[in-house]
């Protein structure tokens, strides 16, 4: 019983944890999409890395 409480938590922060980060890669987009902010800025107002932003700005070039 306790173990499963504990998968259930745990499948729970990981969706919570998927979903912020969901938020932040299309925060980042929106920005990218601007042409007005250099990565370092989109990764500090969108709480990404700036490799992350990087990453992003190439797939959205590609």
């Known amino acids: 019983m306790m173990m499963e409480l504990y ?3 745990e499948v729970m922060r990981s969706y919570v944890k998927s979903k ?9 987009k929106r ?7 250099s990565f370092e800025e ?11 932003v990087e990453e992003l700005a190439g ?3 590609a």
Do not use: P, R
């Open 7 to 9: 998968d259930q938590e």
């Open 31 to 37: 920005y990218l999409s601007m042409g007005k902010l």
């Open 20 to 28: 912020e980060h969901d938020t932040k890669v299309e925060t980042a």
């Open 42 to 52: 989109i990764a500090i107002g969108s709480g990404l890395s700036v490799e992350e």
């Open 59 to 61: 797939l959205q070039l």
